[in-house]
């Protein structure tokens, strides 16, 4: 199992309410991703990071927002949720080079009533 | 663009019968090929890799996968499958166009191994 963390495992809330989902790696990978896996199972990267202080929008357009201050941590935060977020959220990061792979959390499923 | 295509949904095996989850890529340069593994309320695992070298690469979990340039695919294999088997599998391609820094995934297929 790869040293990657995601809390919450499940979160319920209402409209509009703020909410930002954890992510830290203790393996010291510079590279970071978001993506956002529909019930379909098909993933789309909503963002990611080459390293601290860098970040970058993915391929789906997301009211997301992330921050990476620090190379282990790497939060998502949606300042007002609405039912149309509801998803489930998977962190991931990796070494340098083509070869490398992504190492996944398990996951954050977030449901917005 | 980078693509890669999963043509089955859903593919059924019986116990202890081989098993193939096909996967197609179109790529504009040298294919580096990802295969993962999610099993239900986890995240996705790394199962193997293309980079260069044998078609043939040998992976976790007893997963093979065959690259075959001509016909642009990179089939995952199993010689004898296992109920524990059943899981979403999802195919990727390292994305030229951003620097290599993205992976593009597959829809998935989800294999069902029954007893």
């Known amino acids: 199992e790869a040293d990657i963390y995601q809390t919450p495992r499940y979160l319920v809330i209402g409209t509009g309410k703020k909410i930002t989902l954890e992510c830290s790696q203790t393996?010291?990978?510079?590279?970071m991703y978001w993506y956002q896996q529909d019930p379909g199972m098909e993933l789309h990267l909503i963002h990611y990071?080459?390293?601290?202080?860098?970040?970058e929008k993915g391929d789906l357009s997301s009211e997301s927002t992330v921050s990476r201050i620090r190379t282990e941590h790497f939060p998502l935060t949606l300042e007002s949720a609405r039912p149309s977020h509801t998803s489930q959220y998977l962190c991931?990061?990796?070494?340098?080079?083509?070869?490398?792979?992504?190492?996944f959390g398990n996951g954050t499923r977030l449901t917005v009533t | 663009a980078q693509s890669v295509a999963q043509p089955e949904d859903q593919v059924n095996v019986a116990e202890g019968n081989p098993l193939t989850v096909k996967c197609t890529y179109s790529?504009?340069?040298?294919?580096?090929l990802f295969w993962y593994v999610q099993y239900p309320n986890r995240g996705l695992q790394f199962l193997l890799k293309?980079?260069?070298?044998?078609?043939l690469v040998k992976g976790s979990y007893g997963f093979e996968a065959e690259f075959n340039k001509s016909q642009t695919s990179f089939h995952l294999k199993k010689p004898s499958a296992l109920v524990s088997d059943s899981a979403l599998y999802f195919c990727a391609v390292r994305d030229w166009d951003t620097g290599f820094q993205k992976l593009v995934f597959g829809t998935g297929t989800r294999l069902l191994v029954s007893p």
């Open positions: 790529v504009s340069g040298n294919p580096y």
């Open positions: 293309y980079i260069t070298g044998d078609n």
């Open positions: 990071s080459y390293g601290v202080n860098s970040t």
């Open positions: 393996m010291g990978h510079d590279k």
């Open positions: 991931a990061s990796r070494l340098p080079g083509l070869e490398a792979p992504l190492h």
